[in-house]
Protein backbone atom coordinates (compact mmCIF):
# COMPACT_ATOMS: atom_id res chain seq x y z
CA UNK A 1 0.00 0.00 0.00
CA UNK A 2 1.54 3.28 -0.69
CA UNK A 3 2.06 5.96 1.57
CA UNK A 4 0.54 8.81 1.65
CA UNK A 5 2.76 11.82 0.76
CA UNK A 6 3.99 14.39 3.52
CA UNK A 7 2.54 17.89 3.16
CA UNK A 8 4.65 20.31 2.08
CA UNK A 9 6.05 22.61 5.18
CA UNK A 10 5.46 26.48 4.43
CA UNK A 11 9.42 26.89 4.21
CA UNK A 12 9.05 24.74 1.67
CA UNK A 13 6.21 26.02 0.05
CA UNK A 14 7.91 29.69 0.07
CA UNK A 15 11.50 27.71 -1.33
CA UNK A 16 9.19 26.20 -4.58
CA UNK A 17 7.65 29.73 -4.75
CA UNK A 18 10.89 31.76 -5.05
CA UNK A 19 12.31 29.30 -7.51
CA UNK A 20 8.67 29.52 -9.87
CA UNK A 21 9.51 33.31 -9.17
CA UNK A 22 13.36 33.31 -9.86
CA UNK A 23 12.76 31.20 -13.33
CA UNK A 24 9.84 33.48 -14.77
CA UNK A 25 12.01 36.42 -14.00
CA UNK A 26 14.89 34.74 -15.85
CA UNK A 27 12.68 33.34 -19.14
CA UNK A 28 11.12 37.75 -19.47
CA UNK A 29 14.91 38.64 -19.30
CA UNK A 30 15.73 36.33 -22.09
CA UNK A 31 12.22 36.91 -23.32
CA UNK A 32 13.55 40.73 -23.46
CA UNK A 33 17.28 40.27 -24.32
CA UNK A 34 15.67 38.68 -27.38
CA UNK A 35 13.50 41.08 -28.21
CA UNK A 36 16.60 44.22 -27.56
CA UNK A 37 18.82 41.62 -30.12
CA UNK A 38 15.79 41.36 -32.61
CA UNK A 39 15.38 45.11 -32.70
CA UNK A 40 19.12 46.21 -32.59
CA UNK A 41 19.53 43.44 -35.81
CA UNK A 42 16.34 45.69 -37.68
CA UNK A 43 18.05 48.83 -37.11
CA UNK A 44 20.94 47.19 -38.56
CA UNK A 45 20.03 46.01 -41.24
CA UNK A 46 18.53 49.29 -42.18
CA UNK A 47 21.96 50.63 -43.12
CA UNK A 48 23.61 51.00 -46.37
CA UNK A 49 24.82 48.53 -48.95
CA UNK A 50 28.57 48.28 -48.95
CA UNK A 51 29.33 50.67 -52.60
CA UNK A 52 32.27 49.37 -53.13
CA UNK A 53 31.47 45.82 -54.04
CA UNK A 54 28.46 46.67 -55.07
CA UNK A 55 29.92 48.64 -58.00
CA UNK A 56 32.62 45.93 -58.74
CA UNK A 57 29.70 43.16 -59.23
CA UNK A 58 27.88 45.39 -61.44
CA UNK A 59 31.10 46.54 -63.22
CA UNK A 60 31.75 42.69 -63.91
CA UNK A 61 28.91 41.47 -64.81
CA UNK A 62 28.81 44.29 -67.54
CA UNK A 63 31.83 43.75 -68.58
CA UNK A 64 30.93 39.80 -68.54
CA UNK A 65 27.84 40.64 -71.34
CA UNK A 66 29.87 42.68 -73.55
CA UNK A 67 32.12 39.65 -73.91
CA UNK A 68 29.74 37.12 -74.02
CA UNK A 69 28.07 38.66 -76.97
CA UNK A 70 31.41 38.97 -79.00
CA UNK A 71 33.07 35.58 -78.44
CA UNK A 72 29.34 33.96 -78.43
CA UNK A 73 27.77 35.21 -81.47
CA UNK A 74 29.52 33.46 -84.68
CA UNK A 75 28.27 29.89 -82.97
CA UNK A 76 25.02 31.64 -81.78
CA UNK A 77 24.04 32.33 -85.66
CA UNK A 78 25.59 28.90 -86.76
CA UNK A 79 23.23 26.79 -84.16
CA UNK A 80 19.86 29.23 -84.12
CA UNK A 81 20.62 31.46 -86.82
CA UNK A 82 20.13 34.27 -84.18
CA UNK A 83 23.86 36.12 -83.84
CA UNK A 84 21.97 37.21 -80.26
CA UNK A 85 20.66 33.94 -78.97
CA UNK A 86 23.16 33.65 -75.87
CA UNK A 87 23.35 37.18 -75.08
CA UNK A 88 19.61 37.84 -75.08
CA UNK A 89 19.14 34.53 -72.79
CA UNK A 90 21.87 35.31 -70.69
CA UNK A 91 20.76 39.32 -70.41
CA UNK A 92 17.50 38.10 -69.05
CA UNK A 93 19.27 36.00 -66.64
CA UNK A 94 21.28 39.19 -65.42
CA UNK A 95 18.25 41.55 -64.81
CA UNK A 96 16.71 38.78 -62.68
CA UNK A 97 20.27 37.82 -60.96
CA UNK A 98 20.54 41.96 -60.20
CA UNK A 99 17.11 42.43 -59.04
CA UNK A 100 17.56 39.42 -56.65
CA UNK A 101 20.72 40.65 -55.63
CA UNK A 102 19.50 43.86 -54.33
CA UNK A 103 15.75 42.67 -52.74
CA UNK A 104 18.30 40.06 -50.76
CA UNK A 105 20.74 42.64 -49.62
CA UNK A 106 18.04 44.24 -48.22
CA UNK A 107 17.08 41.49 -46.08
CA UNK A 108 18.12 40.82 -42.85
CA UNK A 109 20.84 38.42 -43.10
CA UNK A 110 19.68 36.76 -39.78
CA UNK A 111 16.54 35.59 -41.29
CA UNK A 112 19.10 33.00 -43.38
CA UNK A 113 19.69 30.87 -40.49
CA UNK A 114 16.56 28.93 -40.41
CA UNK A 115 17.00 28.16 -44.03
CA UNK A 116 20.34 25.99 -43.73
CA UNK A 117 18.89 22.57 -42.97
CA UNK A 118 15.75 23.19 -45.44
CA UNK A 119 18.16 23.88 -48.06
CA UNK A 120 20.90 21.52 -47.38
CA UNK A 121 18.04 18.90 -47.72
CA UNK A 122 16.67 20.30 -50.94
CA UNK A 123 19.95 20.22 -52.69
CA UNK A 124 20.70 16.64 -51.82
CA UNK A 125 17.12 15.54 -52.89
CA UNK A 126 17.92 17.49 -55.81
CA UNK A 127 21.50 15.79 -56.68
CA UNK A 128 19.69 12.30 -55.99
CA UNK A 129 17.08 13.32 -58.37
CA UNK A 130 19.36 14.60 -61.29
CA UNK A 131 20.88 11.21 -61.79
CA UNK A 132 17.55 9.45 -62.83
CA UNK A 133 17.00 8.64 -66.22
CA UNK A 134 14.17 10.83 -67.38
CA UNK A 135 13.79 13.49 -64.90
CA UNK A 136 17.75 14.68 -65.43
CA UNK A 137 18.88 15.72 -68.95
CA UNK A 138 22.03 14.31 -70.19
CA UNK A 139 24.38 17.09 -72.45
CA UNK A 140 27.91 16.49 -72.91
CA UNK A 141 27.81 13.13 -71.68
CA UNK A 142 26.85 14.49 -68.03
CA UNK A 143 23.51 14.31 -66.51
CA UNK A 144 23.93 17.58 -64.43
CA UNK A 145 20.58 19.62 -65.41
CA UNK A 146 16.83 18.99 -64.76
CA UNK A 147 14.11 20.89 -66.25
CA UNK A 148 12.26 21.59 -69.09
CA UNK A 149 13.84 23.61 -72.73
CA UNK A 150 16.64 25.76 -71.87
CA UNK A 151 15.59 28.48 -69.70
CA UNK A 152 13.54 26.21 -67.28
CA UNK A 153 16.77 23.83 -66.81
CA UNK A 154 19.07 24.38 -63.96
CA UNK A 155 21.95 22.40 -62.47
CA UNK A 156 21.59 21.41 -58.58
CA UNK A 157 25.01 21.48 -58.13
CA UNK A 158 24.81 24.95 -58.32
CA UNK A 159 21.70 25.32 -55.48
CA UNK A 160 24.15 22.78 -53.39
CA UNK A 161 27.02 25.00 -53.08
CA UNK A 162 24.68 27.68 -51.55
CA UNK A 163 23.67 25.19 -49.69
CA UNK A 164 26.78 24.06 -48.39
CA UNK A 165 27.49 27.82 -47.38
CA UNK A 166 24.29 28.26 -45.70
CA UNK A 167 24.26 24.88 -43.34
CA UNK A 168 28.37 25.28 -42.82
CA UNK A 169 27.77 29.04 -41.79
CA UNK A 170 25.24 28.51 -39.44
CA UNK A 171 25.75 25.21 -37.35
CA UNK A 172 29.83 26.44 -37.21
CA UNK A 173 28.93 29.44 -36.17
CA UNK A 174 26.82 28.13 -32.91
CA UNK A 175 29.65 25.39 -32.53
CA UNK A 176 32.70 28.34 -31.36
CA UNK A 177 35.51 25.85 -29.26
CA UNK A 178 33.40 22.30 -29.78
CA UNK A 179 34.76 22.73 -33.46
CA UNK A 180 38.38 21.57 -32.36
CA UNK A 181 36.73 17.77 -31.92
CA UNK A 182 36.51 15.49 -33.83
CA UNK A 183 32.85 14.26 -32.91
CA UNK A 184 31.48 18.31 -33.31
CA UNK A 185 34.30 19.72 -35.83
CA UNK A 186 35.35 17.11 -38.22
CA UNK A 187 32.94 14.41 -38.65
CA UNK A 188 29.91 15.71 -39.68
CA UNK A 189 31.17 17.81 -42.17
CA UNK A 190 33.40 15.69 -43.47
CA UNK A 191 30.14 13.46 -44.07
CA UNK A 192 27.87 15.91 -45.34
CA UNK A 193 30.91 16.96 -48.22
CA UNK A 194 31.53 13.02 -48.57
CA UNK A 195 27.72 12.39 -49.64
CA UNK A 196 27.60 15.31 -51.95
CA UNK A 197 31.10 14.44 -53.79
CA UNK A 198 29.46 11.26 -54.78
CA UNK A 199 26.24 12.00 -55.95
CA UNK A 200 28.22 14.69 -57.92
CA UNK A 201 30.67 12.76 -59.32
CA UNK A 202 27.81 10.21 -60.66
CA UNK A 203 26.73 12.77 -62.99
CA UNK A 204 30.23 13.36 -63.18
CA UNK A 205 31.19 16.76 -62.61
CA UNK A 206 35.16 17.35 -61.13
CA UNK A 207 35.10 20.56 -61.17
CA UNK A 208 31.67 21.68 -58.77
CA UNK A 209 33.02 18.66 -56.63
CA UNK A 210 36.61 21.07 -56.10
CA UNK A 211 34.63 24.10 -55.76
CA UNK A 212 32.39 22.16 -53.23
CA UNK A 213 35.01 20.44 -51.07
CA UNK A 214 36.80 23.39 -51.18
CA UNK A 215 34.86 25.83 -49.74
CA UNK A 216 33.63 23.22 -47.29
CA UNK A 217 37.55 23.34 -45.97
CA UNK A 218 38.10 26.95 -46.31
CA UNK A 219 34.85 27.54 -43.55
CA UNK A 220 35.85 24.38 -41.41
CA UNK A 221 39.28 26.31 -41.22
CA UNK A 222 37.74 29.25 -40.74
CA UNK A 223 35.04 28.30 -37.96
CA UNK A 224 38.56 26.71 -35.57
CA UNK A 225 38.90 23.30 -36.52
CA UNK A 226 42.43 21.85 -35.06
CA UNK A 227 45.47 22.70 -37.28
CA UNK A 228 47.12 18.96 -37.46
CA UNK A 229 43.63 18.10 -39.34
CA UNK A 230 44.16 20.76 -42.02
CA UNK A 231 48.08 19.92 -42.14
CA UNK A 232 47.43 15.76 -42.63
CA UNK A 233 44.79 16.67 -45.19
CA UNK A 234 47.37 19.15 -47.22
CA UNK A 235 49.87 16.46 -47.09
CA UNK A 236 48.09 13.44 -48.47
CA UNK A 237 46.74 16.16 -51.36
CA UNK A 238 50.32 16.72 -52.10
CA UNK A 239 51.41 13.60 -51.74
CA UNK A 240 48.45 12.22 -54.63
CA UNK A 241 49.09 15.30 -56.77
CA UNK A 242 53.41 13.82 -56.63
CA UNK A 243 52.15 10.53 -57.19
CA UNK A 244 49.68 11.54 -60.24
CA UNK A 245 52.31 13.78 -62.00
CA UNK A 246 55.42 11.56 -61.03
CA UNK A 247 53.32 8.66 -62.67
CA UNK A 248 53.34 6.59 -59.45
CA UNK A 249 49.55 6.62 -59.84
CA UNK A 250 49.27 5.41 -63.61
CA UNK A 251 45.61 6.29 -63.82
CA UNK A 252 45.10 9.32 -66.00
CA UNK A 253 48.46 9.43 -67.46
CA UNK A 254 47.62 10.58 -71.03
CA UNK A 255 45.56 13.32 -69.71
CA UNK A 256 48.34 14.40 -67.52
CA UNK A 257 50.59 14.44 -70.76
CA UNK A 258 47.88 16.26 -73.13
CA UNK A 259 47.77 18.79 -70.32
CA UNK A 260 51.68 19.13 -69.96
CA UNK A 261 51.70 19.65 -74.08
CA UNK A 262 48.68 19.54 -75.65
CA UNK A 263 49.98 19.94 -79.01
CA UNK A 264 51.60 16.24 -78.92
CA UNK A 265 47.81 15.65 -79.83
CA UNK A 266 46.76 18.70 -80.90
CA UNK A 267 44.15 17.28 -83.39
CA UNK A 268 42.80 15.44 -80.64
CA UNK A 269 42.64 15.14 -76.53
CA UNK A 270 44.86 18.34 -76.85
CA UNK A 271 42.58 20.32 -79.12
CA UNK A 272 40.89 22.33 -76.83
CA UNK A 273 43.69 23.77 -74.98
CA UNK A 274 46.00 24.03 -77.74
CA UNK A 275 43.45 26.02 -79.57
CA UNK A 276 43.05 28.18 -76.06
CA UNK A 277 46.35 28.88 -75.92
CA UNK A 278 46.66 29.86 -79.94
CA UNK A 279 44.29 31.88 -78.93
CA UNK A 280 45.93 33.90 -75.75
CA UNK A 281 49.27 33.94 -78.19
CA UNK A 282 46.94 35.88 -80.76
CA UNK A 283 45.77 38.95 -78.58
CA UNK A 284 49.50 39.94 -77.57
CA UNK A 285 50.26 43.20 -75.41
CA UNK A 286 46.99 45.37 -76.81
CA UNK A 287 44.60 42.71 -78.34
CA UNK A 288 43.09 42.39 -82.12
CA UNK A 289 40.07 44.79 -81.15
CA UNK A 290 36.92 43.92 -79.41
CA UNK A 291 34.71 41.56 -81.48
CA UNK A 292 37.44 40.90 -83.75
CA UNK A 293 38.69 37.35 -82.41
CA UNK A 294 39.21 34.93 -85.11
CA UNK A 295 39.72 32.01 -82.75
CA UNK A 296 35.61 32.42 -81.54
CA UNK A 297 34.38 31.70 -85.49
CA UNK A 298 34.32 27.43 -84.34
CA UNK A 299 38.02 26.58 -83.77
CA UNK A 300 38.20 27.48 -79.98
CA UNK A 301 35.17 24.97 -78.65
CA UNK A 302 33.76 26.51 -75.54
CA UNK A 303 34.49 30.03 -76.36
CA UNK A 304 31.60 31.87 -75.02
CA UNK A 305 31.66 29.22 -71.82
CA UNK A 306 34.42 27.66 -70.08
CA UNK A 307 36.86 29.15 -72.09
CA UNK A 308 35.43 33.02 -72.88
CA UNK A 309 38.88 33.99 -71.06
CA UNK A 310 40.54 32.93 -74.17
CA UNK A 311 38.52 34.93 -75.98
CA UNK A 312 38.99 38.16 -73.46
CA UNK A 313 42.80 37.35 -73.71
CA UNK A 314 42.76 37.41 -78.14
CA UNK A 315 40.41 40.75 -77.88
CA UNK A 316 41.96 43.07 -75.37
CA UNK A 317 45.63 41.91 -74.93
CA UNK A 318 47.23 40.65 -71.86
CA UNK A 319 46.48 44.39 -70.61
CA UNK A 320 42.50 44.18 -70.87
CA UNK A 321 43.07 40.87 -69.10
CA UNK A 322 45.26 42.23 -66.68
CA UNK A 323 42.43 44.85 -66.24
CA UNK A 324 39.43 42.11 -65.70
CA UNK A 325 41.91 40.12 -63.26
CA UNK A 326 42.22 42.98 -61.22
CA UNK A 327 38.82 43.20 -60.87
CA UNK A 328 38.17 40.11 -60.12
CA UNK A 329 40.85 40.54 -57.06
CA UNK A 330 39.62 43.38 -55.81
CA UNK A 331 36.13 42.24 -55.92
CA UNK A 332 37.14 39.21 -53.79
CA UNK A 333 39.64 41.75 -51.68
CA UNK A 334 36.62 43.78 -50.63
CA UNK A 335 34.49 40.49 -50.02
CA UNK A 336 37.14 39.28 -47.67
CA UNK A 337 37.08 42.99 -45.89
CA UNK A 338 33.56 42.80 -45.60
CA UNK A 339 33.80 39.35 -43.77
CA UNK A 340 36.50 40.26 -41.56
CA UNK A 341 34.24 43.78 -40.50
CA UNK A 342 30.92 41.55 -40.23
CA UNK A 343 28.91 42.21 -36.90
CA UNK A 344 28.81 38.33 -35.91
CA UNK A 345 30.35 35.06 -36.42
CA UNK A 346 27.52 33.55 -38.55
CA UNK A 347 27.70 36.74 -41.36
CA UNK A 348 31.56 36.31 -41.39
CA UNK A 349 31.62 32.39 -42.25
CA UNK A 350 28.39 33.59 -44.82
CA UNK A 351 30.63 36.28 -46.45
CA UNK A 352 34.30 33.97 -45.80
CA UNK A 353 32.32 30.96 -47.90
CA UNK A 354 30.69 33.03 -50.79
CA UNK A 355 34.07 34.97 -51.14
CA UNK A 356 36.09 31.71 -51.32
CA UNK A 357 33.63 29.91 -54.10
CA UNK A 358 33.96 32.81 -55.87
CA UNK A 359 37.76 33.04 -55.74
CA UNK A 360 38.77 29.15 -56.23
CA UNK A 361 36.27 29.81 -59.44
CA UNK A 362 37.89 32.59 -61.60
CA UNK A 363 41.15 30.81 -60.27
CA UNK A 364 40.61 27.90 -61.63
CA UNK A 365 38.80 28.83 -64.82
CA UNK A 366 42.00 30.92 -65.35
CA UNK A 367 44.68 28.79 -64.48
CA UNK A 368 42.45 25.87 -66.98
CA UNK A 369 42.49 28.42 -69.99
CA UNK A 370 45.73 29.16 -69.76
CA UNK A 371 47.14 25.44 -69.07
CA UNK A 372 48.40 26.01 -65.44
CA UNK A 373 45.60 23.24 -64.44
CA UNK A 374 44.33 20.15 -66.17
CA UNK A 375 41.39 20.91 -68.45
CA UNK A 376 37.73 20.47 -66.79
CA UNK A 377 34.81 22.02 -67.43
CA UNK A 378 34.39 25.31 -64.75
CA UNK A 379 33.05 28.32 -65.80
CA UNK A 380 34.37 32.20 -65.22
CA UNK A 381 31.58 34.20 -62.46
CA UNK A 382 30.16 36.57 -64.54
CA UNK A 383 31.13 35.88 -68.03
CA UNK A 384 30.36 32.58 -69.12
CA UNK A 385 27.20 31.50 -70.65
CA UNK A 386 24.85 29.86 -67.84
CA UNK A 387 21.66 31.04 -66.50
CA UNK A 388 21.87 28.94 -63.41
CA UNK A 389 25.27 29.73 -62.67
CA UNK A 390 24.69 33.60 -62.87
CA UNK A 391 21.73 33.87 -60.98
CA UNK A 392 22.79 32.02 -57.69
CA UNK A 393 26.02 33.66 -58.02
CA UNK A 394 24.63 37.46 -58.47
CA UNK A 395 21.77 36.00 -55.42
CA UNK A 396 24.98 34.89 -53.25
CA UNK A 397 26.49 38.73 -53.98
CA UNK A 398 23.31 39.84 -52.52
CA UNK A 399 23.75 37.99 -49.63
CA UNK A 400 27.02 39.59 -48.84
CA UNK A 401 25.81 43.13 -49.34
CA UNK A 402 23.21 42.24 -46.60
CA UNK A 403 25.69 41.46 -44.15
CA UNK A 404 27.71 44.37 -45.65
CA UNK A 405 24.88 46.40 -44.43
CA UNK A 406 25.34 45.36 -40.23
CA UNK A 407 29.03 45.97 -40.87
CA UNK A 408 30.65 47.01 -37.29
CA UNK A 409 31.99 50.49 -38.01
CA UNK A 410 35.56 51.67 -38.66
CA UNK A 411 37.89 54.15 -37.79
CA UNK A 412 39.20 56.29 -39.77
CA UNK A 413 42.68 57.12 -40.52
Request: aromatic share 8%; glycine share 10%; with cysteine.
Amino acid sequence: MARPERPLTRQERLQIRERERQAAQRRREQQLLLRQKQEESRELAKGPLDLPFLLLVLLLQAVGLVMLLSASFPSAYYESNDPTHYFVRQGVFAVMGVAAMLFIGKINYQRFRPLAKPALFAAIVLLVLVLIPGIGKVVNNARRWIGVGDLLRFQPSEIAKLAVILYFSETISRKKDKMRTMRYGIAPYILILGVISVLMMLEPHLSGTVLILGTGAVLMLVGGINLAWVTAAVAGAGAFAFAMLTGIIKYGQSRIAVWQNPFIDARGDGYQLAQSLITIGSGGLLGVGLGKSRQKFLYLPEEHNDFIFAIVCEELGLIGAAIIMLLFAALILRGFWIALHARDRFGSLLVVGITTLIAMQTFLNIGVVTGLLPTTGISLPFFSYGGTALLVQLAEMGIVLSVSRQMKPTRAG
